[in-house]
Nanobody
């Protein structure tokens, strides 16, 4: 079993910053990729950022230039640095872990609220 726990969400004003963390623990042999998704009320869950075990990253167009994703392989911990936050960034942010055997695990989510 793999446990995934997000932290770092909160409420900020427009232009503010937050740093999300995602810690994966348990029966982890090898991580293939870790991802951040977000889901706003009444909307689908969308991919925000992606990093592979080789360090390859990708960001959604809506957050490029404002967000950065990084992975500490030794700690199995994923980060999402969010700057210049906008009200449209308001959502529940979920961490997704993909192991080398392609099994996936989700965290419980952390709320990010950006007020204008």
């Amino acid at each position: 079993q793999v446990h995934v726990v997000e932290s770092g969400g909160g409420s900020v004003q427009t232009g503010g910053s937050l740093r999300l963390s995602c810690a994966a623990s348990g029966n982890i042999l090898s991580i293939y990729a870790m991802r951040w998704y977000r889901q706003a009320p009444g909307k689908e869950r969308d991919l925000v950022a992606h990093v592979t075990d080789s360090g390859s990253t990708n960001l959604a167009d809506s957050v490029k230039g404002r967000f950065a994703i990084s992975l500490n392989n030794a700690k199995n911990t994923l980060y999402l640095e969010m700057n210049t936050l906008k009200p449209e960034d308001t959502a529940v942010y979920y961490c997704n872990v993909v192991l080398s055997n392609m099994k996936t695990y989700w965290g419980q989510g952390t709320q990010v609220t950006v007020s204008s």
